[in-house]
């Protein structure tokens, strides 16, 4: 079993808001990240899928056409977009680094079969910024 | 003359969007930058200034002060901020990074000496992406 | 369950040195890292917890709370300090990455949940250059 | 248990060629990749080995013995060569970062043992460009 | 005057290797580069141009289109060729990054106006490897 | 005219304290960096030539060669050392990254021509850590 991993990312604004709450909790919840006008950041993506090398490849996995996976399903969803407000995977969720990478977990676990017989999907890792990141393992 | 400099970084909320033109023609010049939504980025900014070093000290500045500055006076007032709309500073401006790093430089220019009487601003250079930079020398 | 991690650094002179050894022994073992006048490092200190995202506000851990309570309880006292001197909790050990990153753990695993009540302590990674680091998992 | 772990580097040409294969097919399958001139790439090696730290070192291995034990044993073979044509172990075998990590780790799996009696190997991860990358775990 | 940089990359195979010189003397002077079955490096392209931003756009140059003509006009040429075999503009010179960057710089100078009237090519910087890279400014 | 740079690295202890001042006027000045058991880094150091390519070998200077005179005439000077006590060219000077930067200068510009007759020093440039970091042109 060897794990073979692709790097892709997106910028995306986004804004940590729960509508149940009030302004003034969230604020004291998010703090800046609640800012009304969002921020944004610089997303890398690095998917991970596992399988053995096919003998007439070497390849786990055609990282080509695991690259274009990613682009067509997520990156394209969610690159110069509003987290918030123009995702329909993340519609009605907060949108916390961790909610988008479970998201982009379950789109990624039903598409990878599209592209490879003998890959399985094992890790989505995301950093928000170089020092806040997250991984999901299904 | 030694040059010293200072990385600090904030994340912020844009979008290219000229008022003047119509959606259409924005689209067409700005593309995915003009997402109506904004989009965003985890700027990295570096902050260069030159002098002689002090003998005292052998500093040409101190850099605990010029990051206290550079926080105080840029990236406090850009942090989880929109450019366009959270920032009098880029208020009227297009929110181009080229845009930005010159009036990032107006304002160190003029408050450089309260932190030291050596030391000259030299560069001021501001990253989008990774992939993407700008740089500044007034 | 999601994995979150949050990256710290801090600075720090040590050496490796078994005061049951002669000089020359230290010497052999550990050559110039045993140089009596200390050297030192850039540590990158990266903390990774793992749980359930809480559905009010999408988090496993609020991010700033890690990182201040990483910087209470474990960078302000290495930071800018020598290992061997002047740290409580690496008195009489020997002033390796693979203990700091123990001693590490051992605080950290019982001051979380002074920060939350679903994050567990999954991981403590540090590196000590680009080229050397160590992971423990409990 | 810690887990440490050593970065080394290598440059080396290859290309991904099934010689069972028609050139179209070559093409078709590996594209760029089977370029007939070859092509080349910075890889980037991580090995990772896991043990208890020794009570009178505090290392789990020494790692200037792990870095000479990687540079005898696999980079000085690999290093400023071709993949393809100057490497024994690599001989009629696809030249894909997977087939590389496997045959990696069966050399540093037998030879680890004569640097220490403490250490297992537990990962060999090769970068063969910033965004690509594989694991193996034996 | 802005200073706007854009960072693109290539995979190349080359060698270091004067057809004047007996391999001898190739391989005493150029070492390991000298190697008859070629070598490879992941090579990092970053282009600065400079001018003052377009006030109806805040751009000193459309990034998109500075990135397009960078790979037509060069990492298509380069990417994942020869650079001894496949590169007509680098025929009959030695493969070395010094040469490759004086290429580069002169094909960008002549073809930067097809994208904009209003930027200057500054500097062709390139990474042969994260430690040895060249600057051109013409 | 090509501009050539070398990347090398050393680790080492400091600290920053002017023995004309008090305890209490260094501790005022210099903060948590005149704490008197030292602290340290891991630095990077840049080192850049600049000259014509030679027309048989492609090189304005062997890069080898260079690393060879770097690590000979400074890192093994400092790697793994103390600045304030072993360090004889920084005995009775402030051990500031300014005035270290500086006698690094000092010292490849009398000993680069030993390697190279078309070779000039261009830069000296140096990390103390990834966010601080000095240049010096001569």
Known sequence: MVFVSRHEHFNAAHKLYNPKWSPEKNEEVFGPCANANWHGHNFELIVTVKG??????????????????????????LDHKNLNLDVPFMKDKMASTENLVIE???????????????????????????????????
């Open 104 to 138: 982009i977990w379950k789109i990624l676990v039903t598409t990878l079969s599209t592209i490879s017989d003998r890959a399985q999907l094992h890790c989505v890792k995301l950093y928000e910024t170089p020092r806040n990141f997250v991984e999901y393992y299904g």
């Open 52 to 77: 053995e090398p096919d003998p007439d490849t070497g390849f786990v996995v055609d990282l080509k056409k695991l690259s274009r996976l990613i682009r067509r399903e997520i990156t394209e969803k």
